[in-house]
């Protein structure tokens, strides 16, 4: 899976968005006793998930490795110089990796505004001090191929740069100038071959001196190292992801001198990285998920966690239309085996969403995908990668149960609607700190809603849905590399909407919805038959 399906995911990950708040219990036990009979999120009210969706940051990312725990807690016990820590772990990370040089951040992000910041100061502190305002600064563009464009390079834009994007390398090459700082790509997919790849990219960019750096955030690490073969003067990876390091940690590898630069744009020193500190722990502990990344088996890692989808695919195959099938990806990015159990929705009237939003909210919790083809098909799909020893076991007893469950064919018939919202309505958002005036226009067909919602900076596309009282309404608001998906419920009475918006991982707002009263006044005017004679 690239990093870009990854994120397509996100909105198909039912524990994402706060929508379950921890549920405090009655007679509190302390953090630290729990820690010891590892119930710490108990202790809090707040329920632990077992993770058959992969390394995403808003659940965990990964399990950290008992190497990596030993050695965070070695390096918690004593006092270090950072300047002195910092070279000593890109000495080793160096060695390990065959790179030039390495570099721990509190992040893959962070490890890419680093970079970004590197490459607009040079190393030059009289600048550094001044990002992100780049006045008089020789570097302030960066280009991105169309491809590369995601939430993720925020952490770029953040530094202040004029983002360029071009859509083909015949485009790149004209766009390169003076004021070029650096080229980002993305890993996966037309980066690693063709006419528009790392490696092209690299033939344009090298001679010009100008960086080019790669986001392979959630891939394998290679060594050598792919990306730096094919070109790329800078690598960066998720500590947290599949090397199973520190979750607050990223691995940034390549060219010594604008790593150095990167290090000095970073915590501890007092620039624009400061408010990404990286401790001694975090660095330590990523140094140990290298080396112990260089050790494993990986070919036995694999066998295992083809075992539990076994098991599990086992355990369903007696269910009478349920069918498994096993998919091995080849490329880097998020690669683990993955099951997807598939069925007919209309004969076991259950799909694959509802499952995954069940299972995500009630005990034992587990985080899968769950997604509809069309009407007849729908699946579940389990990602082993994060699964520990055990969890197999569960899932497959839990979704055994909830297949084999005799249910009632779905109600199709929608009731009728209760109210008529054709026309232009004034809505309100309530965020936790601020309001917002935006606007509805809504066409309506029986229960069906659609037209267009106004926000505070573009208007986008409406669809909805009405029942009796009972109001639904989704937008899209789309810009370069970001999206957010606003989801109304809300409930319609004497001509005013009120409710919650769902916005995924922005979490939820509240809204309440006027009928527009147009103030203009009804009267006859004339209009001109010529020019006009005075202005």
Same mark, same amino acid.
């Given at each position: 899976?690239?990093?870009?399906?990854?994120?397509?995911?996100?909105?198909?990950?039912?524990?994402?968005?706060?929508?379950?708040?921890?549920?405090?219990?009655?007679?509190?036990?302390?953090?630290?006793?729990?820690?010891?009979?590892?119930?710490?999120?108990?202790?809090?009210?707040?329920?632990?998930?077992?993770?058959?969706?992969?390394?995403?940051?808003?659940?965990?990312?990964?399990?950290?490795?008992?190497?990596?725990?030993?050695?965070?807690?070695?390096?918690?016990?004593?006092?270090?110089?950072?300047? +002195? &820590?910092?070279?000593?772990?890109?000495? #080793?990370? %160096?060695?390990?990796?065959? !790179?030039?040089? @390495?570099?721990?951040? *509190? =992040?893959?992000?962070?490890?890419?505004?680093?970079?970004?910041?590197?490459?607009?100061?040079?190393?030059?502190?009289?600048?550094?001090?001044?990002?992100?305002?780049?006045?008089?600064?020789?570097?302030?563009?960066?280009?991105?191929?169309?491809?590369?464009?995601?939430?993720?390079?925020?952490?770029?834009?953040?530094?202040?740069?004029?983002?360029?994007?071009?859509?083909?390398?015949? +485009? &790149?090459?004209?766009?390169?100038?003076? #004021?070029? %700082?650096?080229?980002?790509? !993305?890993?996966? @997919?037309?980066?690693? *071959? =063709?006419?528009?790849?790392?490696?092209?990219?690299?033939?344009?960019?090298?001679?010009?001196?100008?960086?080019?750096?790669?986001?392979?955030?959630?891939?394998?690490?290679?060594?050598?190292?792919?990306?730096?073969?094919?070109?790329?003067?800078?690598?960066?990876?998720?500590?947290?992801?599949?090397?199973?390091?520190?979750?607050?940690?990223?691995?940034?590898?390549?060219?010594?001198?604008? &790593?150095?630069?990167?290090?000095?744009?970073?915590?501890?020193?007092?620039?624009?990285?400061?408010?990404?500190?990286?401790?001694?722990?975090?660095?330590?502990?990523?140094?140990?998920?290298?080396?112990?990344?260089?050790?494993?088996?990986?070919?036995?890692?694999?066998?295992?966690?083809?075992?539990?989808?076994?098991?599990?695919?086992?355990?369903?195959?007696?269910?009478?239309?349920?069918?498994?099938?096993?998919?091995?990806?080849?490329?880097?990015?998020?690669?683990?085996?993955?099951?997807?159990?598939?069925?007919?929705?209309?004969?076991?009237?259950?799909?694959?969403?509802?499952?995954?939003?069940?299972?995500?909210?009630?005990?034992?919790?587990?985080?899968?995908?769950?997604?509809?083809?069309?009407?007849?098909?729908?699946?579940?799909?389990?990602?082993?990668?994060?699964?520990?020893?055990?969890?197999?076991?569960?899932?497959?007893?839990?979704?055994?149960?909830?297949?084999?469950?005799?249910?009632?064919?779905?109600?199709?018939?929608?009731?009728?609607?209760?109210?008529?919202?054709?026309?232009?309505?004034?809505?309100?958002?309530?965020?936790?700190?601020?309001?917002?005036?935006?606007?509805?226009?809504?066409?309506?067909?029986?229960?069906?809603?659609?037209?267009?919602?106004?926000?505070?900076?573009?208007?986008?596309?409406?669809?909805?849905?009405?029942?009796?009282?009972?109001?639904?309404?989704?937008?899209?608001?789309?810009?370069?590399?970001?999206?957010?998906?606003?989801?109304?419920?809300?409930?319609?009475?004497?001509?005013?909407?009120?409710?919650?918006?769902?916005?995924?991982?922005?979490?939820?707002?509240?809204?309440?919805?006027?009928?527009?009263?147009?103030?203009?006044?009804?009267?006859?005017?004339?209009?001109?038959?010529?020019?006009?004679?005075?202005?």
């Amino acid at each position: 899976m690239k990093r870009r399906d990854a994120l397509k995911d996100l909105s198909l990950l039912p524990l994402a968005g706060g929508m379950m708040l921890p549920k405090i219990p009655e007679k509190t036990t302390s953090v630290i006793d729990a820690a010891a009979n590892k119930e710490i999120y108990q202790s809090i009210g707040v329920e632990p998930i077992i993770n058959c969706r992969g390394t995403f940051t808003i659940i965990g990312g990964s399990i950290e490795r008992p190497e990596v725990r030993a050695a965070m807690d070695a390096a918690a016990q004593s006092f270090v110089q950072y300047d +002195e &820590l910092a070279f000593g772990v890109g000495k #080793r990370l %160096a060695e390990l990796t065959g !790179a030039e040089w @390495g570099l721990v951040s *509190s =992040g893959c992000a962070a490890g890419m505004k680093h970079i970004t910041v590197a490459c607009v100061t040079g190393g030059n502190p009289e600048k550094l001090i001044r990002v992100p305002d780049l006045t008089g600064f020789e570097k302030t563009e960066v280009i991105i191929p169309r491809y590369s464009r995601n939430v993720y390079d925020h952490s770029i834009r953040n530094v202040g740069v004029k983002i360029i994007t071009v859509d083909s390398i015949e +485009e &790149l090459e004209r766009a390169i100038s003076p #004021r070029t %700082a650096m080229i980002y790509i !993305a890993a996966g @997919g037309p980066s690693e *071959s =063709g006419p528009f790849s790392t490696e092209a990219i690299a033939k344009i960019a090298k001679p010009k001196n100008i960086p080019v750096m790669v986001d392979a955030a959630a891939e394998d690490l290679t060594i050598p190292n792919v990306h730096l073969k094919s070109g790329a003067t800078v690598v960066v990876y998720s500590g947290g992801k599949v090397m199973c390091g520190p979750q607050c940690a990223g691995l940034v590898l390549g060219q010594k001198d604008l &790593l150095m630069s990167a290090w000095q744009a970073s915590a501890p020193h007092h620039g624009p990285g400061r408010d990404n500190k990286v401790g001694r722990e975090e660095a330590m502990g990523m140094v140990a998920a290298v080396e112990a990344w260089t050790k494993r088996d990986h070919a036995a890692d694999w066998k295992k966690w083809l075992s539990w989808l076994d098991n599990i695919s086992k355990k369903l195959s007696t269910l009478d239309g349920v069918k498994t099938t096993v998919f091995e990806p080849k490329g880097l990015s998020n690669r683990t085996p993955v099951l997807q159990v598939s069925w007919d929705p209309s004969k076991l009237h259950i799909t694959g969403e509802e499952i995954a939003e069940t299972f995500g909210r009630t005990k034992p919790r587990i985080a899968l995908g769950g997604s509809s083809r069309d009407a007849n098909h729908t699946s579940v799909s389990i990602t082993t990668g994060q699964m520990q020893p055990g969890e197999d076991k569960i899932v497959a007893d839990r979704l055994f149960e909830t297949l084999s469950q005799k249910r009632q064919p779905k109600k199709t018939e929608l009731a009728a609607a209760g109210a008529d919202l054709k026309g232009h309505w004034d809505v309100d958002l309530e965020f936790f700190t601020s309001t917002s005036k935006q606007t509805f226009i809504i066409e309506q067909d029986g229960n069906w809603l659609q037209g267009s919602h106004k926000g505070e900076y573009s208007v986008r596309e409406l669809n909805g849905i009405i029942e009796g009282n009972e109001i639904k309404i989704r937008t899209t608001d789309r810009q370069p590399a970001d999206s957010i998906t606003y989801m109304f419920a809300g409930t319609v009475k004497d001509n005013v909407i009120t409710g919650s918006v769902y916005m995924g991982e922005y979490m939820t707002a509240k809204f309440t919805a006027k009928r527009h009263t147009f103030r203009g006044k009804r009267e006859k005017f004339m209009i001109p038959g010529g020019p006009p004679l005075a202005t």
